[in-house]
């Protein structure tokens, strides 16, 4: 019985394009009491794994997080596969803006001890308990009210390329880092602000209200379904868009063009840009933004020392990483010192 990935991302790769299928990319949570994770790990795999489902899901006993790619043609197939699952029945499912066939190039279903991870270790706070749900309409409409504060649950380099205008962008690597700062920035308005939150698809939002209810927030709202099915009402409903710039996504496409305004810069040469980027060094592989000329004139690296490493033979290369553990730098996310135009708030 295969419950692994036998092939590797450039042979799936190669897989897809010679297929020339339409692929969906999707994403989906729900925060749900999971008996038995490893169990529903394996279930799913197996299944979605049938159907050629790619992707990264975590599971949890507190629920699923799952960011896929499945093909056009058999989409109502895993519709109808979650369906027979009683918690998954009718999950709003987030259909990307815009597609990629490579969004996803291996499918890897992990159980967790949490799908997000938001480093608390208090249990007495009920994490169904959430705030209330706006959809686009309403989001906007609360947005015009003096009293409201509007939070991006996002990190720095999420919201450098693209955020709802007037919203307070904490400057935090991660989740986790948010939430205390969020609560000692705001603990004087718990009981006279409207708490508005928004992140990607929701989930980071759906924890946090519930986090901020308990901590004794009297008006906290989330915007449903995030980002991505904020736009797609936008765009149906013929509604203003009041969010400038990229939404950051996690996988290969790094962003959805969400308005035309580009309001970040380069990190290399501080011109208008908004591609995030990993350095080609495979021992560096820094996410940061790089405008095209930067691209050509670094090698699509981050410094002049990656420059002259990828420059060796690859067996030199492999080299220099040998014993070496880049996870660190990797996750920085932009931080690098050397790079003179790297976005930080004071």
């Known amino acids: 019985m295969q419950l692994y990935n036998t092939l590797s991302a450039k042979e799936r790769a190669e897989l897809i394009e010679a297929a020339g299928k339409e692929r969906l990319t999707i994403s989906f949570y729900q925060y749900a009491k999971i008996e038995n994770p490893q169990e529903l790990r394996d279930a799913l795999f197996l299944f979605w794994d049938s159907i050629e489902v790619l992707g990264r ?13 499945v093909p056009a043609e058999n989409f109502q197939q895993f519709k109808d596969h979650l369906d027979t699952i009683s918690f998954l029945k009718d999950v709003r499912l987030n259909i990307a803006i815009e597609q990629d066939n490579f969004s996803f190039l291996k499918l890897k279903v992990k159980v967790r001890s949490k799908i997000v991870a938001d480093g608390l270790n208090d249990d007495t706070f009920d994490v169904t308990n959430k705030g209330v749900h706006l959809n ?11 009293d409201t504060v509007l939070v991006d649950m996002r990190n720095h380099y999420e919201s450098e390329i693209g955020h709802f205008k007037g919203a307070v962008t904490p400057d935090v690597d991660t989740f986790r880092d948010s939430l205390d700062i969020i609560e000692d920035d705001l603990k004087e308005h718990k009981e006279d602000k409207k708490l ?5 698809g929701g989930i980071r939002c759906e924890k946090a209200s519930a986090y901020y209810k308990h901590k004794g927030f009297k008006q906290v709202y989330q915007l449903e379904g995030g980002i991505i099915n904020y736009f797609r009402q936008v765009e149906k409903e013929g509604l203003e868009n009041k969010f400038i710039g990229k939404n950051f996504v996690f996988d290969e496409r790094r962003a959805e063009k969400i308005s035309d305004d580009v309001i970040a810069h380069c ?5 208008p840009a908004d591609t995030h980027v990993n350095c080609a060094n495979e021992g560096c592989h820094l996410l940061f933004i790089q405008c095209e000329e930067c691209a050509e004139k670094m090698n699509h690296c981050c410094s002049e020392e990656c420059k002259e490493i990828i420059a060796l033979p690859y067996e030199e290369q492999k080299k ?5 553990n880049n996870s660190n730098k990797i996750f920085k996310k932009g931080r690098a010192d050397y790079l003179p135009y790297i976005s930080k708030k004071e």
């Open 267 to 271: 990190h290399q040469c501080g011109k």
């Open 320 to 324: 220099l990483r040998k014993g070496k």
């Open 136 to 146: 686009a309409i309403k989001f906007n409409e609360i947005l015009e009210d003096p």
């Open 196 to 200: 508005v939150m928004y992140c990607t």
């Open 57 to 69: 899901i975590y599971i949890a006993t507190e629920g699923i997080n799952a960011q896929l790619s």
